[in-house]
């Protein structure tokens, strides 16, 4: 199976930019959640999709949206980019149950100047 | 949310088992506790998970305690390519991870 592939790899925006960051899935998969990493707040939830409805959200600015289409693929979008925003952003895709390990992909590297 | 307490940091010799700890006494009835570990440069990936019951997988054995507010993972053997970022996570039914620090797991050879 292949992996959760997230594009692009590394971005570079300027404030005030919007970006839109893609995930596409494990197959079969119909949960994906996104994720923000920085060295110093770690690992933090943004939000989860299961079936294209957002299941779930965590404490985000609504600067920060998402959507899931049909066939599981994600996308994420940040509005109005701050400095602060620089981040990896990880998505994971799931069967959607607690009890299904999560996959993740390697992360979109996004840098905001 | 439940939240994790781990060490920050854990020294092992190659080829000795190692137990990272982890405290979780927030954690409801139905949360699963999974286990990630990040290597540098790479996403999270997939360690073992259980509800109460110890499990055993090809990379990992999972100690839960009986009350489950704690539970180990083991590795049975470090090897340097076990050296990574570990983060015990109790997972409710809206995959909302809530990350800790995790323990940064250093392997001597």
């Known amino acids: 199976k292949a992996g959760v592939t997230q594009t692009p790899r590394y971005l570079i925006k300027t404030r005030g930019q919007q970006v839109t960051l893609s995930c596409s899935p494990i197959?079969?998969?119909?949960?994906v959640s996104w994720y923000q990493q920085t060295p110093g707040q770690g690992l933090q939830f943004l939000f989860e999709?299961?079936?294209?409805?957002?299941?779930n959200k965590g404490n985000f600015p609504g600067r920060f949206s998402g959507r899931q289409f049909s066939n599981s693929r994600s996308e994420m979008n940040v509005s109005t980019l701050e400095l602060g925003d620089s981040a990896l952003y990880l998505c994971?895709?799931?069967?959607?149950?607690?009890?299904?390990?999560?996959?993740f992909g390697n992360g979109t590297r996004l840098t905001v100047t | 949310d439940a939240k994790t307490t781990q060490p920050n940091s854990m020294e092992s010799n190659e080829e000795e088992p190692v137990h990272l700890p982890c405290n979780h006494s927030?954690?409801?009835?139905?949360?699963?506790i999974h286990w990630y570990r990040q290597l540098p440069s790479q996403g999270p990936e997939y360690v073992i998970h259980g509800l109460t019951s110890n499990v055993n997988n090809r990379m990992a054995s999972l100690a839960i305690a009986e009350d489950r507010k704690s539970s180990t993972l083991i590795l049975h053997r470090a090897t340097l390519r076990d050296a990574a970022v570990y983060y015990c996570i109790p997972i409710n039914a809206g995959n909302m991870l809530t990350f800790g620090g995790g323990t940064r797991l250093m392997v001597k050879p």
């Open positions: 197959s079969g998969h119909r949960s």
């Open positions: 994971a895709s799931s069967s959607g149950t607690n009890n299904s390990p999560l996959h």
């Open positions: 999709y299961f079936s294209e409805t957002q299941r």
């Open positions: 927030t954690i409801s009835g139905t949360d699963y």
